[in-house]
Structures are given as structure tokens and as C-alpha cells.
């Protein structure tokens, strides 16, 4: 099935996935530090975060739909589906709806209702979307196989209004991470680490922070989960959270261990 219809949920809370003892730690590593001095906390005025920090989603290589919240200084897991082998890409709009392209390429919206998810097909024909990141709860982005950035949008009742093209020659971004409308974390192809951001014009306008030094080379996954937090899985299994300083640098801290099975998080 591809969801779980069960009123109470088991939560998995495995050394393997939550790491040594249960609890994060400091993950030996230099910051990440924007180049020219630039501190995205000074531009920026709004906010629209998305699943405020405390949720992400995961598909493991057993199929299964994993529901991972914040408990302390690591993430506690919550399985709530399976037979999910043939999703091609998730990612989250809000804590209780994610986006799936599916095996038949489908663009299908799955809303939690306290008890499992429901399914909508909002679209079809998503083969060519090579990556896909949430970035507002009626919002999210897409590079597909022609290398342009896409801002996709959802009216109050989740029908897709259409999408602006913001952006061409994406081609050789390896991965993007949404936290919030617009900005977003890119590793390039060379696994560089850019931050991108447009405040005022819906990502027409947008500005680049790359950082200085970074090297993401042993990252194999990354979602972000609000303005001040990016999660990434490494390809050692470490879970690892960066989060935003006031001084506009990201720190590094061990969120688990034994990740190695993810094959999807969003």
C-alpha cells in the first residue's frame, strides 16, 4: 500500500537511525562562511518558512515512508507508508503535505490527515523535472532536463496555477534545497555551495552567496527546512544540520548515524 491507514503510528527510534545514544553533537568542520562578508540575515524582511524547521520527509531502500521530527539535538522517525520504491523525487510544501513524481511520472500532492495521507494528482507528464525543492507551503521550484528554473504555484485549493520561469543554463546543478520563498541552497556540479535569494521579485532578481572553501562532495541528499536550517546526508551515513548564525555563517551539527539507507529525503 502506498500508505498506512493505522489511527496511532509507531515511532522508530533506532540507535541506527537517531545515532550513538540517541543525541546529535558537533560535527568536527569549519562553518560555512559566505564570501564577501554577506550576511543573508541583513536582507532579509519577510517570511514565509515552510515546515518551520522540525520536519522532513524520507523514502528508504526498503520502500518505506519515514515522517522525521525534531526531538531535541536529533530527529525521531515515524514510519507512514510503504511500497514507495518507484517515487522518483519528494519534496515537502508544509509539515502535512509533500510532492511526489511517481514511476509513471506523475506530479502527485499527499495531505496528511492525522491517520495517513491522501493522494491528488496535480499533474502529469513530469518526466523531464530533474530536481524539485519546496519553498512555501503553495510554492516550489523545478530544474528539469533543459536546465531552466522554474517557480511553480498553487492556488488556496492545491490546483497547480502554472509556473515563472526564473532562471536558464541550470544544467549542471547537482542539488537544490528550498527554505523559504525565494531562497534556496544549490551544490553545484563541482560541489561548490551557493545560497541563492529573492526577497521582492518572486526569484526574478536573484542574488548568489557562494562560500568560501566549500566542498560538498560527501553530500548525497539535502532538504531544507526553513530559513535557518538545511539537513543533508552524507555519504558516510552521518545526518548532519546546518543552521544559520546571526553572523550569516552555517555550523554543523550531527543530527544521526546509520543514514547509508535513505534514498530520498525532502
Known amino acids: 500500500m502506498r500508505f498506512t491507514k493505522l489511527a496511532t503510528m509507531t515511532a522508530v527510534v533506532a540507535a541506527m537511525f537517531i545515532g550513538a545514544a540517541g543525541t546529535g553533537s558537533a560535527v ?17 524582511d519577510v517570511s514565509a518558512q515552510k515546515t518551520d524547521g522540525e520536519v522532513f520527509m524520507e523514502i528508504n531502500n526498503q520502500g518505506n515512508l519515514m515522517f522525521w521530527s525534531r526531538s531535541g539535538e536529533t530527529f525521531t522517525g ?19 503535505r509533500f510532492l511526489e513524481i511517481n514511476g509513471a511520472n506523475d506530479l502527485v500532492l499527499w495531505t496528511w490527515t492525522g491517520s495517513h495521507y491522501t493522494p491528488k494528482v496535480v499533474g502529469t507528464n513530469w518526466g523531464p523535472a530533474r530536481l524539485v525543492t519546496g519553498i512555501h507551503s503553495h510554492a516550489f521550484l523545478e530544474i528539469n532536463d533543459q536546465g531552466q528554473l522554474r517557480n511553480w504555484y498553487f492556488n488556496d485549493n492545491y490546483d ?14 547537482r542539488a537544490i534545497a528550498g ?20 526577497w521582492n521579485n518572486a526569484g ?3 542574488q548568489e552567496i557562494q562560500f568560501t572553501g566549500a566542498d560538498f562532495s560527501n553530500v548525497r541528499l539535502i532538504i531544507g527546512t526553513d530559513f535557518y536550517h538545511f539537513v543533508t546526508v552524507r555519504e558516510d551515513g552521518l545526518l548532519v544540520e546546518y543552521t544559520l548564525g546571526s553572523d550569516g555563517y552555517y555550523y554543523e551539527g550531527l543530527r544521526g548515524n546509520g543514514w547509508g539507507n535513505a534514498r530520498l529525503i525532502g
Open 28 to 44: 568536527e568542520g569549519q562553518p560555512l562562511v559566505p564570501r564577501g562578508g554577506v550576511n543573508i540575515n541583513e536582507t532579509r
Open 78 to 96: 515515524q514510519q507512514r507508508g510503504n511500497g514507495w520504491q518507484n517515487t522518483r523525487l519528494i519534496t515537502s510544501l508544509s509539515r502535512d
Open 160 to 173: 497547480i496555477l502554472g509556473y515563472e520561469q526564473i532562471g536558464s543554463d541550470w544544467h549542471k546543478t
Open 179 to 198: 527554505k523559504d520563498f525565494v531562497d534556496f541552497v544549490e551544490i553545484k556540479g563541482d560541489n561548490s555551495v551557493s545560497e541563492w535569494f529573492d
Open 204 to 206: 526574478h532578481s536573484l
